[in-house]
């Protein structure tokens, strides 16, 4: 072991330089204590200790990781969304499914009764429920148009569908006729000014379920116009079989 000439330490007889200030052991240069001292020997060091050691994750190197991350989780989060709106589109969710664009005779022929009810007078209602029941006295129309509705769409070999919707359109039909019938009573008895409050009362039912019927394109819509019909105590003033007295000729 030898000992360097500028800070006094032990150094190996091989070694170049001092393990402990980095003095070269081959010069013998000796440490300045005046800083001023020109003639002070420049002390030699390995650049490989001065150099800094590199960072293993540098900042800028972070914040790209985190930007090519996020991009590939954006990348993978736009695939499935695409893929899921594709499915999606592929059940045709904007289709017309209104139940008159359904090609079943059923629905057709139930809302063509219902249709008739609407558009014809009081009159002709009356005529055809003669013609229904063969006689002219004692016509009812819950029994005979209910007897029509069932043939179009018979209990035993229709969907539950099928006999909701059918049931909707005669309830649709039925406060039609009562509000009609309400009209003509108000019109032509004697005491009309009686039957004007629920001629106007079963105008606002029958107008309202007939709309009700054509915006209808679910099962819970047809649904929705049955349970109207429980709300207002349609369905029980028609299960009681109420009906207007039918002798309106002899009171107009």
């Known amino acids: 072991m030898k000992t360097c000439s500028v ?3 032990s150094v190996r007889d091989e070694a170049v330089f001092c393990t402990s200030c980095g003095a070269s052991m081959k010069s013998g240069a000796k440490r300045s204590s005046d800083p001023q001292d020109s003639s002070a020997p420049i002390t030699t060091v390995p650049l490989i200790t001065l150099a800094p050691m590199p960072r293993s994750f540098s900042k800028q190197r972070v914040v790209r990781y985190g930007k090519t991350m996020i991009g590939i989780v954006l990348v993978i989060i736009l695939a499935v969304s695409a893929a899921a709106v594709a499915a999606w589109l592929s059940t045709e969710p904007f289709k017309e499914s209104g139940f008159e664009e359904v090609q079943n005779d059923k629905y057709r022929q139930c809302l063509t009764l219902v249709s008739e009810v609407r558009n014809d007078n009081f009159d002709d209602i009356v005529e055809d429920l003669v013609n229904m029941s063969g006689e002219a ?7 005979e148009y209910e007897k029509t509705f069932k043939r179009l769409v018979p209990d035993e070999s229709s969907t539950e569908q099928e006999i909701k919707f059918r049931n909707c359109c005669f309830m649709v039909s039925y406060t039609e006729f009562q509000a009609k019938r309400y009209e003509n009573l108000s019109e032509k ?3 009309g000014t009686f039957y004007l409050a629920k001629a106007d009362q079963f105008r606002g ?6 709309g009700m019927l054509n915006d209808a394109k679910t099962d819970n819509e047809l649904q929705a116009i049955m349970d109207y019909c429980d709300k207002y105590d349609i369905i029980r003033l028609k299960d009681s079989g109420a009906e207007v007295p039918a002798d309106v000729a002899e009171e107009g």
């Open 189 to 191: 008895a004697l005491i």
């Open 205 to 210: 039912y029958a107008d309202e379920l007939w």
């Open 7 to 9: 800070c006094g330490g």
């Open 137 to 143: 006295e004692g016509y009812n129309f819950l029994t």
